[in-house]
């Protein structure tokens, strides 16, 4: 196996559309404007190569396909298994002509060791294909038979081959119109961009329908482009206000194409945008009216969000005005407010989740009054977002514990919302009631909830013991109340609180009556 070799190339230039890593100026000398021009000058520049033998090519595929997963592996074509690269004199893995030699490449020469040209593959995949056409009729070759996307990857390899080698003819191999709709249904991905590199190092040339898909359809569609790509609705999105939770708010733009030949078209954003789309390689519309959605998200910190989204046609040849290379750009302005998440506190100084509120000595029968909870949110007064108090529960020793009033909604930042809470005891002893705050930003994308907790402790004492009946008043009717309770073993009975209700008390009772109330 040959030693690994460092590729260095340079990135395009904006008139390559920044496609894949052709070294710069390589293609200055393309500098045609119509399909037989460009078609003239790629033959000469791709015929500019170093051939590498048929039999060193069993070494080279083994660099030019290597698994990026697996470096001791290779990928075979066709059916996208990763074997080890070691060559076995043909018996795990040979070589595959994408364009057999029965169909004119030849048995010797560099269409017969074209690395662009030259795949490893399975023996019997191989030996199945034969010297079958591309297609999907009956008889035919299907690339993507196997379940893996060869189509594009094949039809690319046909109009290398027929433009280097002009002696090759493209009906012999498949349709050409279904080939071009392979080329534009699957577009040049990282993989084939890779691969392109790769064997430019070996053989010094280059499949430039890879770095420029644009060039099919100038090449060999069926005349200049009447494609026109249009972002639907307006020229611009404004998100309006959100919740910057370090996620990018995300939205969808349509992208319409008219026109009945394909086309392709590249993205690009500026500023706080962002799109899966725009991956710095061309897309491509297949044939007719067309519609896709496009990924377009929007961060860059707190505050007033903008950027813009450029669609681009990257057509060579135009039917007319607006169509094809005639298509001007489109551009796309979207703005938002992001908003920093709310902070909830149960402190104005701090970030504070859990407090306790101690009202003391509270009187059986009798009110705390109202009790004033602040819960302040202590995000930016101007960036941060509202906080919402959006529930209270309360648990545990929660009898006579009350919520007075509604939740709050939109608590400004820098600013506190108010709950009211009052205890009236029913009876004699300690209170300890949990009040479990739920709290959440304004409702706007990207919200998020959580929880602040409340202690509310209290001590419910008894000033009158022998106010059995609790009319307010000592009478012959309370020690009614009282015998009754002893009957019913109520804990009104337990006048000493000794924890029992026993004769005992009926002396405390006694006591507790002539003591009076205060």
């Given at each position: 196996m040959p030693n690994r070799m460092m590729t260095i190339v340079a990135a395009c230039g904006a008139a390559c559309g920044a496609l894949a890593d052709p070294p710069a100026g390589y293609y200055d000398p393309v500098t045609g404007t119509d399909g037989p021009t460009i078609f003239a000058q790629l033959t000469t520049l791709t015929n500019q190569a170093i051939t590498r033998s048929?039999?060193?090519?069993?070494?080279?595929?083994?660099?030019?396909?290597?698994?990026?997963?697996?470096?001791?592996?290779?990928?075979?074509?066709?059916?996208?298994?990763?074997?080890?690269?070691?060559?076995?004199?043909?018996?795990?893995?040979?070589?595959?002509?994408?364009?057999?030699?029965?169909?004119?490449?030849?048995?010797?020469?560099?269409?017969?060791?074209?690395l662009h040209m030259l795949r490893p593959c399975n023996p019997?995949?191989?030996?199945?294909?034969?010297?079958?056409?591309?297609?999907?009729?009956?008889?035919?070759?299907?690339?993507?038979?196997?379940?893996?996307?060869?189509?594009?990857?094949?039809?690319?390899?046909?109009?290398?081959?027929?433009?280097?080698?002009?002696?090759?003819?493209?009906?012999?191999?498949?349709?050409?119109?279904?080939?071009?709709?392979?080329?534009?249904?699957?577009?040049?991905?990282?993989?084939?961009?890779?691969?392109?590199?790769?064997?430019?190092?070996?053989?010094?040339?280059?499949?430039?329908?890879?770095?420029?898909?644009?060039?099919?359809?100038?090449?060999f569609g069926d005349g200049p482009s009447d494609a026109q790509i249009t972002i639907a609705g307006a020229p611009s999105i404004d998100l309006g206000a959100f919740i910057d939770d370090g996620t990018p708010v995300q939205t969808t733009v349509g992208l319409d194409k008219t026109g009945s030949a394909p086309t392709t078209y590249l993205v690009s954003v500026s500023g706080d945008v962002s799109s899966d789309a725009a991956t710095g390689a061309q897309a491509g519309f297949g044939r007719g009216v067309r519609s896709e959605s496009?990924?377009?998200?929007?961060?860059?910190?707190?505050?007033?969000?903008?950027?813009?989204?450029?669609?681009?046609?990257?057509?060579?040849?135009?039917?007319?005005?607006?169509?094809?290379?005639?298509?001007?750009?489109?551009?796309?302005?979207?703005?938002?407010?992001?908003?920093?998440?709310?902070?909830?506190?149960l402190d104005p100084a701090q970030p504070t989740l859990i407090a306790t509120v101690d009202l003391g000595e509270i009187p059986v029968g009798a009110s705390s009054g109202p009790v004033s909870v602040p819960v302040w949110n202590l995000a930016d007064p101007v960036l941060g977002a509202g906080l919402d108090i959006d529930a209270v529960t309360i648990t545990g020793q929660a009898e006579g514990v009350s919520l007075l009033g509604a939740p709050l909604l939109g608590v400004p930042g820098g600013s506190s919302g108010t709950l009211t809470l009052e205890v009236t005891p029913t009876a004699q002893g300690e209170i300890a009631a949990l009040a479990t705050i739920a709290v959440s930003d304004e409702d706007l994308p990207g919200a998020s909830s959580s929880e602040l907790t409340l202690l509310i402790a209290a001590s419910a004492v008894d000033l009158c013991p022998a106010d059995v009946n609790r009319d307010g008043q000592l009478t012959p009717g309370d020690f009614n109340a009282w015998i009754l309770a002893f009957n019913t073993q109520a804990p009104e009975c337990d006048i000493n609180r000794d924890g029992q209700c026993t004769p005992g008390d009926f002396n405390a009772w006694i006591f507790a009556y002539q003591a009076g109330c205060p």
């Open positions: 048929y039999d060193a090519a069993r070494n080279i595929l083994q660099v030019t396909d290597e698994d990026p997963s697996n470096p001791n592996n290779i990928i075979l074509v066709y059916n996208g298994a990763s074997i080890v690269s070691t060559w076995t004199s043909g018996a795990t893995w040979n070589r595959e002509h994408c364009w057999p030699r029965s169909l004119g490449v030849g048995s010797s020469g560099s269409d017969n060791s074209d019997s995949v191989n030996s199945s294909r034969g010297n079958k056409k591309f297609g999907t009729a009956p008889g035919q070759w299907d690339p993507d038979q196997f379940g893996h996307e060869y189509r594009g990857e094949m039809a690319r390899v046909v109009f290398y081959a027929a433009t280097r080698y002009t002696y090759l003819s493209i009906p012999v191999i498949g349709s050409q119109p279904q080939l071009i709709d392979w080329h534009f249904d699957q577009m040049p991905d990282a993989d084939d961009r890779r691969r392109n590199d790769s064997v430019y190092v070996y053989q010094q040339n280059r499949n430039p329908f890879v770095d420029r898909p644009e060039w099919v359809w100038a090449v496009i990924p377009v998200s929007l961060a860059g910190g707190h505050g007033l969000l903008q950027g813009t989204l450029t669609v681009e046609t990257t057509e060579i040849t135009s039917a007319g005005a607006g169509q094809g290379s005639a298509d001007a750009a489109d551009v796309l302005t979207v703005t938002g407010l992001a908003l920093a998440p709310s902070l909830a506190s």
